[in-house]
Every structure is written in structure tokens, then in C-alpha cells.
């Protein structure tokens, strides 16, 4: 069964410092990650996808994550983190074979950076 | 383009009434999923559907059903509701690896 693992419930961070949000994953096949953002009463808003090729995929906002296969890691990362990114973080697989429609999410990880 | 649009936004009802949600997805989309996000169990997948037929189904039970129009629009029905119901409900139009979601139907149930 897929299953995405995201141990950090919180991420505090100084604003112009680098970011990291991570995220470890368990799939049968070739896996199709997702991260996601939610601020407060918001739905979930697209950062990146890693579906094939480079390992390094660059999103939105700055945002950018590293697939390692090896690891079963796909840890979010900024090089400079904003007061506005604190928010909530979902990383995401898409099922397999009967459950390629739906995605399966990580508990999230609340990131919080201060002035 | 327009995105993924929930209606209503906000919704409390009583227990033992039910309730229906509707999403309407992404032109040119034809699945649609449905998520429900509670702080204890996190995001938790519905069911989804793919023209008009329901692909997949999650862990809830038969209080929870939902279906597709022929034009790709979707509603979730929970009948019975329970204190426990209260959440956020998501869905999410999809396109091939593309997952857009809309900005989900808070329900409260009193």
C-alpha cells in the first residue's frame, strides 16, 4: 500500500534562512509526488510535482524539492524562507493501478518563520 | 482559465440532516475526487469519479456517496450527519498528472 510519512508536525524557521520540509514515501512502482500548500482556511495550492527526469524539480514561489530514490525522500526546500510561506505543507503520492485518480497526503507540516 | 469551484463555501447543519456539496472542475477535466480534512486524521480521500462512473472509493462509510454529470460536475451527499462530519471538504479536478483543487466547503455539524 502507498503511504507518505512527513515527521515533522512543525518547521520553525528565521525568515532569510534556508527551508527544508521533509517528506518519505513508500509506493510499488515508479511514484508521482506532489507538495502542496494551505494557508488558513484555504485549499491546497500546487508547489511541484516530480514525475520523471531530473531529481531536482523547481516549483512555485522559490520552492523546490529533491526526488532520491534511494532515501524514498522528497524533501521540500527554499534557499531563503519569507514570513508569507508560513503556511501548512502537504506532500502527496498518486495511488497505482486501481488508484491512479486519487492522491494519498502526509499529515502535513506546519511551517512557521519569523521576522 | 477558471479553477475548481466548491459551492457553498460555509454550510452548519444539524445532526441527522444531510447535506450536498458540489464542485464543478476545470474545463476539459472529467475526474474529480473528494477529500475530507479533519485536524485528527488529516486528509483522508472520498471517492473519485471519471466520466460519471466512481473509479475509487475510499474508507467511509455509506453515509457518504456522491456522482457525476455528464458535464463533469460533481456532488458529494453525506446523509445522517454526525458531530464527527464536521470538516473541511476538498475536490480536486485532475488531468492526466495535473491536480488542481478548489478552496473546499467547510461543514459544521451542530
Known amino acids: 500500500a502507498q503511504s507518505v510519512a512527513q515527521p515533522e508536525d512543525q518547521v520553525n524557521v528565521a525568515e532569510g534562512n534556508p527551508l527544508t520540509v521533509k517528506c518519505t514515501y513508500s509506493v510499488s512502482g515508479n511514484p508521482y509526488l506532489f507538495w502542496y500548500v494551505q494557508y488558513p482556511n484555504r485549499g491546497l495550492q500546487f508547489l511541484l510535482k516530480y514525475i520523471t527526469g531530473d531529481n531536482l524539480v523547481k516549483g512555485s514561489y522559490g520552492f523546490e524539492a529533491e526526488f532520491n530514490k534511494s532515501q524514498t525522500s522528497f524533501h521540500l526546500k527554499k534557499p531563503s524562507a519569507l514570513v508569507s510561506d508560513s503556511a501548512l505543507y502537504f506532500c502527496?503520492?498518486?495511488?497505482?493501478?486501481?488508484?491512479?485518480?486519487?492522491?494519498?497526503f502526509g499529515k502535513g507540516t506546519k511551517l512557521s518563520v519569523k521576522p | 482559465k477558471a479553477g475548481v469551484t466548491q459551492t457553498p463555501r460555509y454550510l452548519i447543519k444539524t445532526r441527522g440532516q444531510q447535506v450536498t456539496l458540489s464542485c464543478s472542475p476545470i474545463s476539459g477535466h472529467r475526474s474529480v475526487s473528494w477529500y475530507q480534512q479533519t485536524p485528527g486524521q488529516g486528509l483522508q480521500f472520498l471517492f473519485e469519479?471519471?466520466?460519471?462512473?466512481?473509479?475509487n472509493k475510499g474508507n467511509f462509510p455509506g453515509r457518504f456517496s456522491g456522482r457525476q454529470f455528464s458535464n463533469s460536475r460533481s456532488e458529494m451527499n453525506v446523509s445522517t450527519l454526525e458531530l464527527g462530519d464536521s470538516a473541511l471538504y476538498l475536490c480536486?479536478?485532475?488531468?492526466?498528472?495535473?491536480?488542481?483543487f478548489g478552496s473546499g466547503t467547510r461543514l459544521t455539524v451542530v
Open positions: 502527496a503520492v498518486r495511488g497505482s493501478g486501481g488508484s491512479q485518480g486519487n492522491l494519498i
Open positions: 480536486a479536478s485532475s488531468l492526466g498528472e495535473d491536480y488542481t
Open positions: 469519479y471519471f466520466s460519471e462512473t466512481q473509479r
